[in-house]
């Protein structure tokens, strides 16, 4: 872990990532990297660069993927990890975490998120803001949980899912890869093909 904190994306979910960084106080420095060149700062953090530039600073900064996008956060993120780049975990200070959870690198847990003792999160992941995970969980890698989505015990999310705000899975659900439930939804059986699924209970649309 170096003392520097450089962010890739300087608006959206890259500001709220900075702001748990600059709370967690364990970097001395951070800064962002950019592509749209008119964003000169980002509550209070210079924008140092475009995204193309990266690479240059990979020993001198720890990295963290500030992209809300699940498919593009993944490619940048993988092209990092394979270069060696040191990526960190972000937890807010007011987020809940249980006894043997496991969280992988570049995963971002919010203000008012609960996760559950015995819970799996893979790389990568938004676990959003009040968004909760109950017990024994498995969250793949690149999956983005909304403000308020709530996961009962032992449910399992495939890679690159978004459970959209509000959305609600019952127990003992398999929800496979790339799918994305709509705001509100609820999802009592499991779901084994990919796609958009809305409503109560959720339809595939």
Do not use: M
């Given at each position: 872990m170096n003392n520097k904190l450089l962010i890739i994306g300087a608006s959206g979910h890259g500001k709220v990532v900075a702001d748990i960084a600059i709370k967690m106080n364990k970097w001395k420095e951070m800064a962002f990297l950019d592509d749209d060149e008119s964003i000169k700062?980002?509550?209070?953090?210079?924008?140092?660069?475009?995204?193309?530039?990266?690479?240059?600073?990979?020993?001198?900064?720890?990295?963290?993927?500030?992209?809300?996008d699940n498919a593009i956060r993944q490619k940048v993120l993988e092209k990092l990890?394979?270069?060696?780049?040191?990526?960190?975990?972000?937890?807010?200070?007011?987020?809940?975490?249980?006894?043997?959870?496991?969280i992988e690198?570049?995963?971002t847990v919010m203000a008012g998120a609960v996760v559950n003792c015995c819970t799996k999160i893979g790389k990568g992941c938004i676990i959003n803001t009040g968004a909760t995970i109950d017990h024994d969980n498995y969250i793949e890698d690149f999956v983005h949980l909304s403000p308020g989505?709530?996961?009962?015990?032992?449910?399992?999310?495939?890679?690159?899912?978004?459970?959209?705000?509000?959305?609600?899975?019952?127990?003992?659900?398999?929800?496979?890869?790339?799918?994305?439930?709509?705001?509100?939804?609820?999802?009592?059986?499991?779901?084994?093909?990919?796609?958009?699924?809305?409503?109560?209970?959720?339809?595939?649309?």
């Open positions: 700062s980002s509550i209070g953090l210079e924008v140092i660069g475009t995204t193309n530039e990266v690479f240059s600073h990979i020993d001198e900064y720890d990295i963290f993927v500030g992209i809300g990890e394979k270069a060696g780049a040191s990526i960190p975990i972000l937890i807010h200070p007011d987020a809940v975490i249980g006894a043997q959870v496991d690198i570049g995963t989505a709530h996961l009962a015990g032992t449910v399992q999310v495939g890679n690159g899912s978004w459970l959209g705000i509000g959305s609600v899975v019952s127990n003992n659900i398999k929800i496979t890869k790339g799918c994305k439930i709509g705001a509100g939804a609820v999802v009592v059986n499991d779901i084994t093909e990919s796609g958009v699924y809305v409503g109560v209970p959720v339809r595939r649309i």
